[in-house]
């Protein structure tokens, strides 16, 4: 049986005979193990929470940092939204984002930096709405500050800013800090209609990826990273974050285990989703893996499969320059020197991430069964593939045919 409390209640969950422990107001329990892990430097040292003692010290320091938190507003009369967004979307300070990571839910560390910057480069610039106590804020407050990041930036920025401000506000209604929502009612703008991403056909793949040769690309690095990106549907952030231990060339498979959780391409952590996955890999592939390892210096376990000369991993502008660059050589984007006036140079929106729409296409119009394909490029729902599904005449043509079969005698 639990032991309950206002403040909290412990459990013991076999096999692991592990304490799990929840705060008020939390939505589940959470380890106290992790919790121990996750602010170890909150500890004067080590503690066992396999023991009731050690997990009721967890649970102190658990409370003390919700303590904390609510400590740092002054009364909820007096609150006002730049008093919650001092420390929102902070990874290791925001409440939103420990409440989350403390029960255990997915938020990433680059959706939050890039919460952050939306806060502090928008948001808190809008003097009138973030000076305003919360308790007094009403619904046109709301829009009026919406109308004023319309006349600044983008509708998708907008709306960005409009989900932050919901979720802090929230946040603050969960704790008990403010009672009322002004933000109800307060809709998204709606955005100019969003350019379907690009496929290539087959017969550009193979200009793009000749029998021979390297074809538009480089030098074979450049023809291996997106052949990779082409034949598997692996995203780029999975590509450049590819290790020599993760790839099989006896086999023929890639295990998609890690993957950058930024835009900077530093931090590495699980794929998307924390969807680890399989993938195997075409014979082609295999070769020309096989050919970039013996050419290269960096073949460790540890080491990338794709690297600069001094085995550091390739960066976005490399990644993009060098898919333009090739496209461009095979006609399928403009030189920009040969445009004319308010020409589109990629009138297609072809793009890296073409590779991935391309693959899932092309093996959905062929009739391969839709939930391995999701399982290779780790998707959980057919809706998401479905976004990811461009069907054209090409692919649906014999369609025709099969009509043609249901009026004949």
């Keep these: 049986m639990p032991r309950k409390t206002e403040q909290f209640s412990i459990i013991l969950r076999p096999p692991s005979k592990v304490y799990y422990f929840k705060l008020a107001g939390w939505s589940s329990y959470k380890s106290a193990q ?55 979307y902070t990874w290791d300070k925001c409440p939103h984002v420990r409440r989350l990571r403390d029960e255990g839910k997915s938020i990433a560390r680059r959706h939050v930096q890039d919460s952050r910057n939306i806060i502090e480069s928008h948001i808190l ?49 969960f704790q008990e800090i403010i009672d009322r929502d002004p933000t109800v009612g ?47 549907g692996m995203r780029r952030s999975e590509i450049l974050a590819l290790r020599w231990k993760n790839v099989n060339l006896d086999e023929q498979y890639i295990n998609v285990v890690e993957a950058f959780k930024d835009n900077l391409l530093t931090e590495v952590g699980k794929p998307k989703w924390g969807q680890t996955r399989i993938v195997p890999i075409p014979k082609k592939l295999v070769t020309r893996l096989q050919e970039l390892k013996d050419q290269s210096q960096f073949t460790k376990d540890s080491d990338f499969v794709f690297c600069y000369k001094d085995g550091t ?34 009138p297609r929106n072809l793009t890296p991430h073409s590779f991935r729409h391309t693959l899932n296409t092309l ?47």
């Design 313 to 346: 991993n390739l960066g976005g502008t490399w990644w993009s320059k060098h898919f333009r660059a090739a496209c461009t050589a095979i006609g399928v984007i403009k030189d920009k020197k040969t445009l004319k006036e308010n020409e589109d140079n990629n």
């Design 363 to 409: 093996l959905r119009s062929s009739g391969h069964d839709s939930g391995k394909i999701r399982a290779t490029l780790g998707w959980t729902t057919e809706k998401i593939q479905d976004n990811y599904t461009h069907f054209s005449i090409d692919h649906l043509g014999e369609q025709s045919q099969m009509v043609e079969t249901f009026f004949r005698q």
């Design 125 to 173: 610039l809008c003097k009138a709405f973030v000076n305003k106590p919360i308790s007094q804020m009403r619904r046109s407050d709301v829009l009026n500050f919406r109308s004023f990041m319309l006349d600044r930036v983008g509708p998708r920025t907008v709306n960005k800013a409009l989900s932050i401000v919901k979720a802090i506000i929230n946040e603050a209604i």
């Design 186 to 232: 307060v809709g998204k703008v709606n955005m100019a209609e969003k350019k379907e991403p690009g496929i290539f056909t087959k017969d550009e793949l193979l200009l793009l990826f000749p029998e021979n040769g390297i074809g538009p690309w480089k030098g074979l690095l450049d023809h291996v990273v997106f052949l990779t990106a082409a034949s598997t």
């Design 34 to 88: 992790v919790f121990f892990d996750q602010h170890r430097d909150r500890f004067p040292g080590h503690l066992n929470c396999k023991t009731k003692a050690d997990t009721l010290e967890v649970v102190r320091i658990a409370i003390a940092i919700q303590e904390e938190s609510k400590r740092q507003l002054p009364p909820s009369a007096q609150v006002k939204l730049k008093d919650l967004l001092k420390d929102a």
